[in-house]
């Protein structure tokens, strides 16, 4: 007989694969299809999709082939593991193609929505295969396990999900803390493949080393009939629910935490890794408890873990009150509980309803896998946009509640009233406590009592403070400010400019600055902004707010820049970028990389402008970003701003002529003139002007420091991922 450590060997390998393969590529369709709620939504639903279609039909599959010899259920294996492993080395490659195929599309027949349908549509041709793949690879190792070590078999999905999940944690842990940094995206997928080639030979090899009269054995009767239809109809509902609320709160959590923490890989990382370490928590206590109780056990304790889930599904509302001092232990205290929970009680579910049969566990897994889907969905387009992330929190936590506090017609019969009276009891401390969560925590914005709060599909947007003091918040994180800096990012390279402008481009709206001062220009001006509440808070920054939303020679798109770039065909004469900070922020990096500045050459007219915005960071990812545009642009020149920090580059395919303070204040319309002093810090253009010059910088200052380092792009976002960089100081020269 074969040992069961191989199988769990076998699960943590799949599991790192299937995370580092889900965090790359829904990092590399960002960069290829758009950084936007719809783009992330579709990605993550085809994975899901292709899990839950995996393992209905594997489970399907192994229930088929229950009479034939247990090697093979192990070569399925091992052949499924095959084609993922594949999907490291076509996938990227894959979907630049489907970039490049939606980009020769014309603009004006090519709307948004249509947009959005057909990429999806190239995504799932793309990742659907192999996600199926991963899928089927549960049901299809529970058919081995049965085969050869029964003694597991009643339990062998909880045992191959407690593998799954360590497996997942590790991946989540490598690729975002190590391999990403020293490999690149795609040299973390093709790590990931090799892994999936030696599991694959492996468990080939394997399957050579069973006895060839082992065979698949069904599940023992009384295992597979764990409770009338009603009950597992009932524990089924809890699985999809159970799916549903976890994906749905993993969106939620991300906006309440990254007011705390900041916008960074690291966030979103260490979110995924409290998920998955008390997951694997839950789970593993599982697997101790089920030694010492039955499989069949009384439906009053399902109904106390629902309850339980329910009520700390609350959690996040208190770890994420500003007012909790509870530093680095928000994220453990508002999310482990409720994860532990789930990590207990779905193995259990699956381990009952399906008793250890492949095709009972494939329909259930799947039935928890599209709740998983739907989840996300829910949250980011419905509930988050209409009623933000406390209400989002309480809707979730309710279908718990109710199927903790409603027993069905049978179990009410059989309970004692001692039992009911503990029951109500119990009920009633949780609905107490559940109470005192809700009414006594503050959300975020509750620290701005004078402030106007809009929420949509992306973000959560405040806007606070008065006169030059102004703030913008996006999902807790300020964006920018009120400053002469963001008038210049305009006004210097269209002075700069040898010919008349007619058209200009900002890319990111933020306070709207850089667009007003460029619709100052008389010229036709477009600006395009990701968050679709942003444009609405206009004339809260403004004072001619309303006027510009109305501008006749003004466009407000709202779509992810680099999207933008890719669908249209119009070309500028200046075109400017100021990414929102931090320069370490998350998919920020898609706005410095060399693929981006590709894209803006392409848009640019002969002897146009592009002015790059880089705040103050470090010098080693400074140097990168500089050796990134002069890859694309033979000129480049860099200058520091009118308050001494940051660096306005700006690139052009034709040489960008020195001028004097006095010749650029010349070329300014009397309207420019005046924007450009509105706010200081010098009370005429000229003197403006001097103080940008006199601070022109060396490129070969900022990038000779480091000769090693790479230009920055898509395949290796130097900028975001850092932590390595930090510790070991070896990128440092």
């Known amino acids: 007989m074969l040992p069961v450590f191989w199988f769990f060997i076998f699960f943590i390998a799949s599991g790192f694969c299937s995370l580092v393969y889900q965090i790359v590529w829904l990092r590399v369709a960002m960069a290829d299809f758009g950084v936007t709620t719809p783009t992330i939504s579709i990605v993550l639903s085809i994975f899901m999709a292709g899990l839950a279609l995996g393992s209905w039909g594997g489970g399907r599959l192994a229930d088929r082939l229950q009479h ?31 970039r490049v195929l939606l980009a020769g599309l014309s603009e004006a027949s090519w709307n948004s929505t249509a947009y959005y349908g057909a990429s999806g549509i190239w995504i799932a041709l793309v990742l659907l295969p192999f996600c199926t ?19 597991y078999a009643e339990t062998s999905f909880s045992y191959l ?75 089924l509902v809890l699985l999809f629910v159970t799916g549903l609320v976890s994906l749905a709160m993993e969106v939620i959590w991300t906006r309440l935490f990254v007011s705390h923490y900041g916008p960074f890989v690291y966030t979103f990382a260490v979110i995924l890794m409290v ?60 999310i482990g509980p409720f994860c532990a929970i789930l990590g207990f009680l779905t193995p259990r579910i699956l381990d009952r309803v399906s008793g250890g049969d492949p095709r009972r566990a494939g329909f259930a897994y799947a039935l928890n896998t599209i709740g998983c889907i739907i989840g996300p969905i829910v949250a980011g387009f419905l509930l988050l946009p209409l009623c933000g992330e406390r209400w989002s929190l309480i809707f979730l936590a309710l279908p718990l509640f109710v199927l903790g506090f409603l027993p069905n017609r049978r179990e009410a019969a059989e309970l ?91 890319l990111c709206l933020g306070m709207g600055t850089s667009y007003r001062s460029m619709l100052t220009w008389g010229i036709s001006s477009t600006v395009v902004e990701l968050v ?41 004469d200046v075109i400017v970028v100021d990414p929102p900070p931090p320069i370490e922020a998350s998919a920020s990096s898609l706005l410095y990389s060399r ?94 002007f001097e103080c940008v010059l006199a601070q022109e910088k060396s490129l070969h200052d900022i990038t000779d420091p480091f000769p090693r380092v790479a230009a920055l792009s898509d395949d290796k976002p130097l900028n975001e991922y850092y932590l390595m960089r930090k510790l070991f100081k070896f990128a440092s020269n």
Request: glycine share 6%.
């Open 161 to 235: 999900y407690v593998a799954n999940v360590l497996g997942a944690l590790l991946g989540t842990m490598l690729s975002a803390f190590v391999l990403i940094e020293l490999l690149g995206l795609r040299g973390t997928m093709l790590a990931a493949a090799i892994i999936n080639v030696l599991v694959t030979l492996l468990a080939f090899w394997l399957s050579f080393r069973i006895p060839a009269g082992s065979t698949f054995r069904k599940p023992d009767q009384t295992a597979v009939t764990v409770a009338e239809p009603r009950h597992d109809s009932r524990m």
């Open 532 to 572: 679709p509440s942003v444009q609405e808070l206009l004339p809260f920054y403004q004072v001619d707010g309303k006027q510009m939303q109305r501008a006749a020679n003004g466009t407000i798109v709202v779509d992810d820049a680099r999207r933008f770039l890719e669908r249209s065909l119009r070309l500028f």
């Open 275 to 334: 998920y998955l370490v008390f997951t694997l928590i839950g789970s593993r206590f599982y697997r101790i408890w089920i030694r010492h109780h039955p499989l069949l056990d009384s439906d009053q304790s399902w109904r106390i873990l629902a309850i339980l889930a329910g009520l700390t599904s609350l959690f996040p509302l208190l770890a994420a009150d500003y007012r909790a001092p509870l530093g680095t232990l928000r994220m453990v205290i508002g």
């Open 68 to 98: 034939t010899s247990a090697p093979l259920f192990l070569r399925f294996y091992a052949l499924a593991e095959a084609i993922i492993g594949l999907s490291g080395i076509v996938v990227a490659p894959m979907l630049m193609q489907g």
């Open 416 to 506: 004692t009233m001692s039992s009911k009276a503990r029951m109500y009891a119990f009920g009633m401390v949780t609905i107490v406590i559940a109470i005192i969560l809700v009414i006594g925590t503050r959300d975020f914005e509750q620290r701005f009592p004078q402030s106007i709060v809009m929420r949509d599909h992306t973000a959560t947007v405040i806007a606070t403070g008065a006169g030059m003091k102004k703030s913008l918040y996006v999902n807790g994180v300020g964006i920018t400010l009120l400053t002469p800096i963001t008038k210049m990012m305009v006004h210097l390279p269209l002075a700069f400019l040898e010919h008349p402008p007619e058209q200009g481009l900002v």
């Open 595 to 688: 693929e981006f500045y590709a894209s803006v050459d392409r848009h640019l007219t002969q002897g146009g402008i592009f002015q790059q915005w880089i705040p103050n960071g470090e010098p080693v990812v400074q140097a990168a970003i500089v050796k990134a545009l002069t890859s694309q642009f033979p000129y480049v020149r860099a200058f520091t701003s009118v308050e001494g920090w940051g660096v306005h580059l700006l690139a052009s395919r034709q040489p960008i002529a020195s001028k004097s303070p006095t010749e650029l204040a010349a070329r300014l319309p009397e309207k420019v003139a005046a924007d450009i002093v509105e706010w200081g810090p010098y009370a005429t253009p000229k003197e403006q």
């Open 133 to 151: 793949c991963m899928g089927a690879t549960f049901p299809l190792c529970m058919a081995a396990v049965r085969s050869t070590c029964n003694e």
